[in-house]
Structures are given as C-alpha cells and as structure tokens.
C-alpha cells in the first residue's frame, strides 16, 4: 500500500530522455496534487536532493494523484527537500480562454488564476511566458510533456488539438480521465464540471 504523500517529497519519473523528478508541494481540495517539475534531466539519480539539485524548476502542474500514482508504480519516491517558500501557497497559473480560432487554434484571450480568483489579462506578454498553464494530468500524460521537451513557453498560441507539444493531448485517451473510469467518480463536483467542459468542447483550458 503507497504511504501517504507528504509535501517535500520527491518523486522520480523514468522517461524515454532520461530521469525526471517532481516535488509534491501543495494540495487543491478541487484540483488535487500540485508538483513542481525539477529543472534538468538525469542519467542518474542524485545521491542526495541538495538545495542546489531541487532549487529550480521547468513548471509546476496538479496531478491526479500521486497515490495512485505510486500504487500504479508509476512514481517513485526517493528523495524529500524543503518545499520552497513561494510554492507554500497556492502559485498563480495562466489559464487559457475556450474561444480561439477554429482555423489557427490561436488563442484569444488570457487570465490569471489565483487559487480560485480569475482576472482577464488578455493577450499574452512577456510577464506571463514563463508562469506555468493551468491543469490536471496523470503521470503518464506529464510524461508526454516531458518527452516532448515542453515548456511554459511551448504552449503560450495554441489551444486542444492544435497543440504539437501542449500539456494534454485530448486525442490520447490515455491522458485524460474519461467517465468511465473509476478515479472519475473521486472527483468533486467542480473537478468533474473541469473535465467535463473539456469533453463537451474538445478544447482545452490548459493553456
């Protein structure tokens, strides 16, 4: 049986590019496991999770969820380091607007997600290239980010199936909980509203 998560642990995640480790530094009662994806890729595990290995990361995303994620052996622990102060509360997220060109799949409009707060920041810019987009995975849907070289900055035009290298894709039906399966009927009611919408459309609000 997986132990509980607690904040500060670090995860391993094998890819196809190499080693990847996560930290667990939050939780959203609605969206659930938030990790912050360690800077860099690994040929080998560290020694020890020093400050200096855990000090940056790429992005930061909700997983869904680290227990069965470590029950599906798809994570492994090794590691804990001190969660760092800005990631103690809630980061803010950019979230993408459902309306883009059908042609382009451009995305129209941005806003801002501040633990449950939305403000309309409009057009991309500068200030918000690097914020990370807002979103619910499964490991195996982070690891096709990860193989994908993604970034923030990856995913700041498109939205859906326009994405080459966007955070889910929606015609990967690994990568997203449909109603069928089991873990779908965990969710609170706004989770289910969240993926729900994203069904209903067939776009994404990941960014």
Do not use: E
């Given at each position: 049986m997986a132990k509980n998560p607690k904040f500060g642990d670090i995860y391993e995640i094998k890819t196809k590019n190499g080693l990847?480790?996560?930290q667990y530094t939050n939780r959203h009662p609605e969206f659930g496991d938030l990790v912050r994806v360690i800077d860099g890729l690994f040929e080998t595990r560290p020694l020890v999770f020093t400050e200096h290995v855990v000090k940056k990361e790429s992005f930061y995303v909700f997983i869904f969820s680290i227990r069965t994620s470590l029950r599906w052996k798809q994570l492994e622990l090794v590691g804990w380091a001190e969660v760092p102060n800005r990631f103690k509360s809630m980061p803010p997220f950019r979230k993408a607007s459902i309306f883009a060109d059908p042609n382009t799949g451009k995305v129209k409009s941005w806003s801002l997600w501040d633990n449950g707060k939305e403000?309309?920041?409009?057009?991309?810019?500068?200030?918000?290239?690097?914020?990370?987009?807002?979103?619910?995975?499964?490991?195996l849907g982070l690891i096709d980010r990860l193989e994908d070289g993604y970034t923030p900055r990856t995913d700041i035009d498109v939205v859906g199936r326009k994405h080459e290298l966007g955070p889910i894709r929606l015609t990967n039906k690994r990568n997203v909980i449909s109603k069928n399966n089991?873990?779908?009927?965990?969710?609170?009611?706004?989770?289910?509203?969240f993926l729900d919408n994203i069904d209903k459309n067939d776009s994404s609000l990941f960014g």
């Open positions: 990847v480790y996560v403000t309309k920041i409009g057009r991309m810019t500068s200030k918000y290239l690097d914020l990370s987009s807002f979103g619910i995975v499964n490991v089991p873990q779908y009927k965990k969710l609170t009611d706004a989770g289910r509203a």
